[in-house]
Every structure is written in C-alpha cells, then in structure tokens.
DNA sequence: TCATTAAATTGTT
DNA sequence: AACAATTTAATGA
C-alpha cells in the first residue's frame, strides 16, 4: 500500500461510491510525507481532518487528567483515527508521532461530514470504527495501570492486530524493537527483553526488523 | 550471480 | 548510553 488511491481502493466503505463520489473523496484529501520523529497532528488544535495513514507506522500517545503520558496506541497502513474529534468538534486531545517516515491522509472535515450524508456503508464504517476503538481503550485502561512492562508490550502488539483499526497488518509486523519500544513507553533494551519473553512463552517469534505473532489471543490474555 | 561495502538492527554490558 | 555481532541492502565486477 503506497498510495492514496491504492488505499481507497482497498477500503470497504470507499467500494460502493459512485465514481465522481470517489473522485471527490480523493481529490479534497491531502496526502504528505511525515519524517520519522515529526508531529502528524498536534495535541490542542482544532480538528479539521479525519487522519489515515496510507503508508507506514504512527502512535496516538493518550495523555491522562494529570498530563501523564500513560498509554499508547499504534496505527499502521490502512488505519484511519481521529473520527470521534472530527464529530465532537472539539480540540485534539493526542499527540500523534510518526515512528517512522510514513505517508498520511488528512481528509478534510467538510468531506467527512458529507461522506456521512450521502453514504450508508460509510457511516457503518464509522460506527463500527468507533465501536473498537472504545473496546481498545477499555482494554488499555484494565491492562496499563496494573501490569508491568512484559503485559504492556503484549498488549500493545495485540492491539496492532486488529483487523478493523488496522485493516493492513500482516501476521509478520515489520517493526524494529527501536520503534517498538517507542511503541510501549520503554526503552529499547527492556523493549528487548520483553519480546524475548513473550517468545519463549511462544507468543511471538523475533525476526531481523519486526516480529511474528504466533498466538494472539495468548498475546491477549498475557499477564506476566 | 557473487563478493565487498555500508547501513540498520539486535543482543549485551 | 555505548559496544560488538549480526542481518539486510546496495554496489560493482
């Protein structure tokens, strides 16, 4: 997946607009290149987008009440977020960084407002967006506070392999333990040791830049 | 196709 | 944070 248009070919929601619906979508969306390290959308500012990542790999970093970075959430290829702020009409409440150059849509607000009247299976998207992002979140908030760094990690990675917020991830997740670490709030050497521990569990195997998930409900469920 | 080199990633201290 | 070992990617014969 490398371009936009590649992208909305791909989508679910994108496959049953008319074609000068299509043709709209793709020519109002922005699309640029994000250097590794760099902003995607600021915490604070007004949405004005709804933000896909066409090509590569971000983080929404969820800052609690007090200002505490607590938890984290990867977006890869195919992923889009930001839907509730667009609809809430509120500022930003995340940070999002890319951990690695990656290529991002921003498609405007107006055109999501209109995607949502003229389409149906558009706003089925949506909700169903909606809807799995909560359970995420519900998950992060049982799984963060209580457990250590090993837990973290897993849950991380098995939140990355939801088929619905990260329609294009593969059983082999090309990320190094540089950005995975980025990733779970760690440094890389404990980021190191705690895929060296879901491995001998038989969770995952380590390959040479990235990792392979061999049991994800055993990710899931992983305490430690 | 193979060998050499550079760059990136990993494991360890 | 720094180091050495390993893997991949790139280059050229």
New binding site residues.
């Given amino acids: 997946m490398t371009t936009f248009a590649a992208m909305l070919r791909a989508a679910p929601w994108a496959a049953t607009l008319a074609p000068g619906d299509l043709a709209r979508v793709e020519s109002e969306t922005l699309v640029r290149t994000c250097a590794s390290g760099t902003l995607v959308c600021r915490r604070g500012e007004t949405v004005e987008a709804w933000i896909g990542v066409v090509d590569g790999l971000v983080k929404m970093t969820n800052v609690s009440a007090d200002g505490k970075p607590t938890s984290f959430v990867g977006v890869s290829s195919g992923g889009w977020f930001g839907e509730g702020s667009v609809l809430k009409d509120e500022p930003r409440r995340y940070d999002i960084v890319a951990l ?1 150059e990656s290529v991002i849509a921003y498609l405007p607000k107006a055109t999501f407002l209109w995607l949502l009247d003229i389409s149906m299976p558009f706003n089925r998207f949506i909700i169903t967006q909606l809807n799995e992002r909560l359970g995420q979140f519900i998950g992060m908030v049982e799984h963060d506070r209580l457990l250590g760094p090993e837990a973290r990690l897993a849950h991380c990675l098995a939140a990355m392999f939801n088929p619905v917020l990260n329609p294009g991830v593969q059983p082999s997740l090309p ?6 670490a980025q990733l779970a709030g760690l ?3 404990r980021a ?2 705690a ?2 521990r879901l491995e001998q569990a038989g969770l995952v195997r ?6 392979t998930v061999r049991d994800l409900a055993g990710l899931r469920q992983f305490q430690g």
Avoid: C, T, W
Wanted: negative net charge; proline residues 0%; aromatic residues 10%.
């Fill in positions: 690695r990320i190094s333990q540089e950005e995975f440094s890389r050497q190191n040791q895929l060296q380590i390959d040479y830049g990235g990792v």
